[in-house]
Structures are given as C-alpha cells and as structure tokens.
C-alpha cells in the first residue's frame, strides 16, 4: 500500500508562474481499476511550454487544468497492475500520466515502449512528441527543398533540434537561434547547423540577414515576438512558415492581456491552427484551362454574374482608376475604346 | 496613319492618386512590328486595384511603372497587322495592352477570345484574371465544403462576386460585405449571398458576428484593414484565409510609410504569397507511423541528436517547468522520478 504524490494547480498565474502556483498533495493509491485501465508508476516526466497555456483559464486547443487538478504531462511509465489483456506488469509505456508518482490510464491513450531499441527517454524527445512536431510542421508544412535556408528559433530545444537536423538531411542550410553562446555552440557543433545566433544579441536582425544571404524558405516558429519581427523582412516569395509555437508570448496571460493585433493574429494562427496564404492569380495558371471549362458554361446561363461597370471614352481612364479606389465603381470596372 | 493616344505615369503619388498622376501623350503608331508581333487596337482596359501598387517605386511582384510609361492593364482589342502565322487582321484577343489605344504585342502573352462564346467584356471580368483569381483562391487554397460559412469582403467587385457565387455553388452559407445599402441590395438579390454587410457600419463587427453564427470556415481576403480585424475572432479551428489584395492599404504608399506591424505582415504575406499555418502535432496524427520509420533508425545510429536535460526527483518538478519558461532548461527537459 503505497501513497501517491502529485503537484495539482494551486492557483492561475498571471504573468510568470511561481512554484506556489502547484502543491504537492498526497493522495492513496486507488485500488480498484475499471476494465481497460492499467496503474502506472511513472519513471520520466516531459516538460513542455504548452503547460503554461493550459494554466491560465482560457479557450484553446484543450481545456484548463482545473484548480486543484493533477498537471498535465506525458509520461513514460511502468504497468504495476493491468485490467486489459493486451498490457501485464512490467510493461513500458508512454502515456498522459501528469505530474505524479502513479496514474491509473485507459489503454487506448498508450504505445507501448520497447528499451532495447532506444533509450526511454528519447520516447519523450527525439522520437516523442517534439520529434514528431518537427517531422510535422517542417516535412508537411515547411516542405523544404534541397538548397533553400531553413531558420529555427529554440534550435537547441527538443523541437527545434529536430527541425535542424531533419532540414540538413533535406539538403538545406540550417540556421539556429538560441539563447547564450553554450547553446549556440551546441549549434553548430553537435546539431551541425551551418550557422548559429543569439536572440539576446541585439543585433539579431543584421546577423540574421548576414546568416541567410539567399533570404528564408522556411521558418519554424515556435517562439513569436522580436525573432518573428526579425525574421519576417528576409523572408523569400513562397516561404513557409510553420507555427508551432509561441514560448516567448506564453507568459502573457490570457489572450487580451497585454496582446498587440500581432500577436492576437499569431496566437489565432496557433491555436485555431489557420491558413493563410498569400497569392497572385499566376501562381495557379496550370488551373486556368479548368477554370474555363467549370465557368464559362455558368456564366453563359447566367449562373454566375459579374456586374460591370464600363466607362466610355479612354480620356477618362485616369479618374476611373481613382474612383475604384475610392470605392465608386459598382461592378468590374472597363475602360470602354472609341 | 493614326496617332496612338496613351496615359503615361507623370509621377509618382504618396497616397490617393490624382489625375495629375498621369499624363495623356499623343505619340505616332509604329510601323514596324517584330516577327513574332502583332498591333492590337484596344477595345475594352480593365482597371484593376494591383495598378495602385504600380505606381509605387516598391519592390513587389513586378517590377513598378517607370515615370513616364504607358500605365500597365489588361485589354481586349482587335488585331490590326500581324507578323505572326497564328494571328490574322480582325482576330480578338485578351492581352496587357495598357493604357493606350494601340499596343504592338508580342503574341506570346496573347489569348484569342470567341465573340460568340461570351460577351467581350467578360474576358476581362467574370471570365477573365478576376473570375480566375476567385476560383483559384477559393477553390485551391479556400477547399470550401457544403455548410460551410465563407466570408468574403468586397464582395460586388468582380472577384468579390466570383467567391461568393462559387462558394454557393459548392453549398456554402455566403456573407457578403460591401459598401453602402446599394451594393449590399445587388449582393442578396442577384449575387444571393444569404447576408450582406456594409463595411462603413460601426457596428460591422456585432453583425458579421450575428451572420456567422456557426464561426467563419474561409474568409476571403482582398480589402486588410478593419474588415480583417472584424473577421479575426470569428474564424473556426482550420479556417483559410486565401489574400488575394489589400485595397485599403494600397493608398498608404511604401512599405514603411505608415504600416503597422500587422499591415506590414499581411502586406508580406500577399506580395511574397507566404503561407502561414498554425499546427499542432495531433493534426498529423496519420503520419506518426512514418515518421517513427524514419527516424528511429537515425536517433539509434546518432544522426539525429536531442540533448536531455534530465531533472532528478518529483519534488523539482514546479521549478524545473518554471526554468524551461524562462529558457534556463538546454535540451528537452525530462523530470526523472525515483
């Protein structure tokens, strides 16, 4: 009979959490499992920045931890007892434990470990959840090509380590940001990016511009504020940038606490996981043959309409163009030749 | 032998342009064409809102108007001499003829029109760049889906028009803005938006709230400013944002002059078509298996690397979160129970 302790939520932070924020309690073990749960003893806990978010009592992509809640965390774990065929004792799995010494879990929330092929805690790095965000966001969003720059904020963390070295095995060139010259160092020597910066420097945007002398294809964000603002100038036609994080905003509180339009916009782009896609109508002409065939028919039958606006006389082109800025044309506007 | 009468640009505006932007020159018609030209009489000039940023000495994606050249537009017109085998005398054709009664063109940017297929001025709206421009933001970066709600500001202009009816067509809930009681009344009765809205009421962001009610899936963006703003905290997880044009920022003049953060980013985002896409790594979750194929053979052999930054002891937990907020952590941070 053993106690189980865990650190719960004491209270919502507003800006920087404290370790008064989280009490330890201690609680009994509970002794009975349901059909499908196994008692896991935890061996690893994951720490990520997206625990903050879930401190502060708003709307996101998952619900608050509630006041008095075990934290939020995954896990890697040992099965002490299973009610589910497929998980006996002794098993290693990794799993939304939390922040405590044991957790009874459903199993269809586990994978199950095996320590012979990598060491366990890689199961919450490189091959765990940041490892798959980098593989996501870089592969399936950034898709970058040989020969293009790839910047990464946090390049030394578990995600943007990841970002780097998956960049370079594509053939790109890898730019890190980091903060203080020992990660920096790292970089370059154990990471292998091609460049190394320190967002403390406060000339990152002309070493970032002297660091990409072919501009950004990819940028992968998990940082926001001055690396963004640093970043966006040298970004390239068609560069890709994935946001997956926003660690230097986290400690903002909830979203209208000291948030500019930007950063509202940012934190939009994360949570609600939007697009947006600038474009020119050329960048699609491969489409332009279907477009006719799907709309000419429609518009022949009057389907589809477009009002226009023609003016006569091409001595009048000028004050034409001023009024569809202003809003006075009504329709598509046509300068109409003698 | 004809003269060719031609708006040239006189200078360059800071903000809203005047007619004394521009300039009316009378200048002799070429007699000799190239091989491989032809001179074209124009018919039909659309004006088009990407001409404002033409006339600025900006780097976008063309190159601006020199002082003192024939202002750029598309045209309908009519062949009058040919140097080419596939253009006769009398063919119509659809090119960038400019501001100007003649043009000689090369025929490599030419496309011959059927007079007969559809009205002449068509292939310079619902069938020409603008109707193809709606179709390719909304179709190919927008993907709307039956029930959905698309949002689309400017929505009696002729691209504005094009979104909102094929966004119909493909079973969408349409909501229309647009200037004044007019333009709002031709968005319902003709165009059959289900709503419409007029940008000048102050109330624009309560009643684009009220005529979304299930959130906005695709917002269709070619206005920025307090539209964007309006539409911001209505869009659902996933939402698309294709930006096609920024009118009510093109008076601002250059880049720096003027601009926000904001205005400058989305400005970027169109000029340079950057993609910006929030995720999180569970919106991948189809690709876990592939990424675990590929990278677990590159973390055993050390290719790829993520530094541990492993903290010993439960109890460390709170602190240990509090350091990776501030960015104290160097690699991923992993709590060690005992």
Partial sequence: ?????????????????????????????????APGEVLVRTKFLSLDPYMRWRMNDAKSYARPVALGEVMVGTTVGEVLRSESADYAPGDLVVG???????????????????AAAAPLPTALGSLGMPGF?????????GQPKAGE????????????????????????????????????????ETLKFDAALDHRDPA???????????????????????????????????????????????????AADGATPMTALMRDVLVKRLLLRGFIVTDFVEYRDEFLRYATPL????????????????????????????????????????
Avoid: H
Wanted: hydrophobic content about 50%; overall charge neutral.
């Fill in 96 to 114: 939304a434990g939390g922040w405590q010494e044991y957790a009874v879990l459903p199993v269809a929330g586990l994978r199950k470990l095996d």
């Fill in 299 to 338: 518009v022949a039958d009057g389907t589809l309409q477009v009002r226009e606006d023609i003016v006569d006389g091409m001595e009048n082109t000028p004050e034409a163009f001023i009024g569809l800025l202003a809003g006075r044309n009504f329709g598509k506007l046509i300068v109409r030749f003698a």
């Fill in 1 to 33: 009979m053993t106690d189980n302790r865990k650190w719960v939520l004491a209270r919502r932070p507003a800006a920087e959490p404290s370790v008064a924020d989280f009490r330890l309690e201690v609680t009994p073990l509970p002794q009975q499992l």
């Fill in 204 to 254: 990152l945007a002309e070493k970032l511009a002297a660091a990409c002398p072919q501009g950004i294809d990819v940028y992968f964000e998990n940082v926001g504020g001055k690396v963004w603002d640093a970043v966006i100038p040298l970004l390239n036609d068609f560069a890709r940038i994935p946001v997956c994080g926003l660690i230097s905003q986290y400690n903002l509180g909830n």
């Fill in 133 to 141: 965000t980098a593989y996501a966001g870089l592969m399936k969003i």
């Fill in 149 to 188: 720059t790839v910047v990464v904020a946090a390049a030394t963390g578990s995600v943007g380590a990841m970002v780097g070295q998956l960049a370079r095995l594509q053939g790109c060139r890898t730019v890190a940001i980091a903060g203080g010259a020992e990660k920096c160092a790292y970089a370059l």
